[in-house]
């Protein structure tokens, strides 16, 4: 048997690595690029930063120079019992942001990793309020919280509980904000949004108000009309009655029948046959020739429109109850009183919902 050997393999020495040479495109040239970048920051962040911690070691009085106090400002700065309370609120609103979302994330977290019935929906219905926009989340609910359009205090009148001022009181502010998280600038849109909608709405049931406040005392009812903002109708209509007014019409239909079909009667009769049997059926009239014949063919509501106030007297008078009557026409705060002492039912305007100022509201105001 012969043996034999097999060749002993060839020792390879490792890679060295190539030595460093520094690049000739290398050079301090670079620092070029990051200058603007240093500009801005030293400009908008450092200067600032550098002089206001100048300028709070000086007491400065108009008319004359800066004197050094030291660190005297810091001192009255912690007397100041202002600044104490915004301390407060800043430490109360850091530890419910944090603390309350750590436990109930925690037991949220406790609860779903479980094995039990419908966890999947379950998961699901939790993690969607996650996937909304922020600005759709903070407008939905700075409109739940508001005093008198939210649903929240709706829903707490249903139980007994009376209403809310949730973000609009200092003692509850703070609580009710912990509710709403997400990136702050989609919030403060979504607050901007939100405000100018409860403004709006908010000026409809003030100045709906005002009217009603005026006709107080006679059988006259404030009722709104079609003319309100794109998108808003319903919500408008809600500002109104909660000012004291009820609702007219709800859609833009408005049908004017009497030219095209020969007369009032001939309208009234057309329209009965078309309409549902407990529909109540209102022809618009501005002269006393028209109300009379609209009595005659059995008109439910007859429109006074743009009447003096002389001319409807004297179709109250006529009308005598056989149908209810609506002024509508050069409403305005010096002539609803009279309009509504001629003894008409209901006065309609779309001063309230078109004309009506927005109120100033803010979240930072107590």
């Not at 530890?95 to 094995?115: C, D, K, N, S, Y």
């Not at 939905?140 to 008198?148: E, G, L």
């Not at 973000?167 to 709403?180: A, E, G, K, M, R």
């Not at 049908?255 to 618009?284: S, W």
Request: proline content about 6%; charged content about 15%.
């Amino acid at each position: 048997m012969t043996a034999t050997s097999l060749p002993s393999p060839t020792a390879v020495a490792p890679a060295q690595p190539a030595p460093f040479v520094h690049s000739a495109d290398f050079t301090p040239r670079y620092w070029l690029f990051a200058a603007p970048a240093v500009l801005v920051v030293g400009t908008v962040i450092v200067f600032p930063w550098l002089f206001t911690l100048y300028m709070s070691g000086h007491d400065w009085k108009i008319g004359g120079g800066p004197e050094f106090v030291g660190l005297q400002n810091f001192v009255e700065l912690f007397r100041d019992a202002r600044f104490l309370e915004s301390m407060g609120h800043t430490f109360y609103f850091t530890t419910l942001a944090v603390v309350l979302p750590i436990v109930f994330g925690t037991a949220a977290a406790l609860v779903f990793h479980r094995e039990f019935p419908f966890r999947g929906l379950l998961r699901t219905v939790f993690v969607m309020p996650m996937m909304a926009t922020p600005v759709a989340v903070a407008l939905v609910w700075t409109m739940m919280f508001h005093p008198q359009l939210g649903v929240l205090n709706y829903l707490l009148s249903l139980v007994g509980i009376g209403p809310q001022a949730w973000v609009y009181s200092p003692d509850t502010v703070i609580p009710t904000l912990i509710l709403v998280e997400g990136p702050a600038q989609g919030i403060l849109t979504a607050e901007r949004t939100a405000l100018n909608i409860v403004q709006r709405l908010s000026g409809i049931a003030t100045e709906t108000a005002r009217y009603v406040d005026i006709i107080k005392g006679t059988n006259a009812r404030l009722i709104d009309t079609r003319k309100t903002t794109p998108g808003l109708r319903m919500l408008e209509k809600h500002a109104v009655a909660c000012g004291g007014g009820l609702n007219h019409r709800l859609g833009l239909d408005k049908d004017n029948h009497i030219a095209v079909c020969g007369g009032i009667a001939q309208a009234v009769e057309r329209a009965r046959r078309k309409l549902p049997v407990l529909t109540k059926l209102e022809v618009e009239c501005d002269r006393l020739e028209q109300v009379r014949e609209a009595v005659a063919a059995g008109a439910d509501v007859i429109m006074l429109d743009n009447m003096p106030v002389p001319e409807m007297k004297e179709a109250v008078a006529y009308v005598a109850g056989r149908a209810k009557l609506e002024a509508s026409g050069g409403i305005r705060y010096e002539t609803i009183r009279a309009i509504a002492e001629t003894g008409v039912d209901y006065i309609s305007t779309s001063k309230i919902t078109q004309s009506a100022p927005a109120v100033d509201i803010g979240l930072d105001e107590a």
